[in-house]
């Protein structure tokens, strides 16, 4: 594909509801990392992977947190029992290989009612 | 913990003036990035700095590494108004971390 891609673009769910986000990385990348952006700040990071294998995962807030590339190739950051402190802009990036320049998804806007 | 600073936060210049924005990080690390975000988008990739002494530049726009001093500079070179976004460093140790970012606004 021409770029990473993220979907839904916005997603607004109660609270206690279990949301999946879905990145589609630039094809061909191996990596593959996931990032939580506040407004007005810069990006925090929460995992990524090499392939299919999840390298770091120490950025994931709590295990209400988790992600998957079982596939090496399409993402997903699974959020249970979402709360309101989870409303976020979450991002997406990939990279030919780690280490290299980092290219990023526009984003799903999470938004907990 | 590694911790990445930026300053200044905030930066407003006048078109024509140059100015250096510092990534300052708290351990060692020989990967440290830059990229531009507007407002309302996503970032994009400016440079990626993997060496001491590292010197890249793209238009207006000189990045440079320094691992000893665990410091990165921006250095915007007669500022144009197109130049206005926020600019992040971010530093690769194992996790990416970004910094708070740089608001620079080019007036006039």
């Known amino acids: 594909g021409a770029g990473v891609s993220q979907s839904p673009r916005y997603k607004v769910t109660k609270r206690g509801q279990d949301v999946a986000l879905r990145c589609d990385p630039i094809?061909?990348?191996?990596?593959l990392y996931w990032y939580r952006q506040a407004l007005g700040q810069g990006p925090e990071f929460l995992t990524y992977?090499?392939?299919?294998?999840?390298?770091?995962k120490s950025g994931l807030p709590n295990d209400r947190f988790s992600a998957e590339r079982p596939e090496g190739s399409i993402s997903t950051l699974t959020i249970q029992r979402t709360e309101q402190r989870d409303s976020a802009m979450y991002r997406c990036?990939?990279?030919?290989?780690?280490?290299?320049?980092?290219?990023f998804g526009p984003g799903t806007r999470l938004l907990v009612l | 913990e590694l911790k990445v600073e930026q300053n200044p936060l905030f930066l407003s210049m006048q078109e024509g003036k140059n100015y250096t924005i510092y990534c300052n990080y708290s351990?060692?690390?020989?990967?440290l990035y830059w990229y531009r975000q507007d407002p309302g988008k996503s970032l994009e990739s400016l440079f990626v700095?993997?060496?001491?002494?590292a010197v890249k530049q793209e238009g207006r726009l000189m990045a440079s590494l320094d691992t000893k001093a665990r410091l990165s500079t921006l250095h915007i070179t007669a500022a144009v108004h197109d130049l206005s976004a926020t600019y992040f460093c971010?530093?690769?140790?194992?996790?990416?971390?970004f910094g708070a970012g740089t608001r620079l606004t080019v007036k006039p």
């Open positions: 990036a990939s990279s030919v290989d780690r280490g290299e320049t980092q290219y």
């Open positions: 094809s061909g990348h191996v990596s």
């Open positions: 992977f090499n392939y299919e294998a999840q390298q770091d």
């Open positions: 351990t060692t690390s020989d990967r």
């Open positions: 700095l993997l060496s001491n002494g």
């Open positions: 971010a530093v690769d140790n194992n996790d990416m971390r």
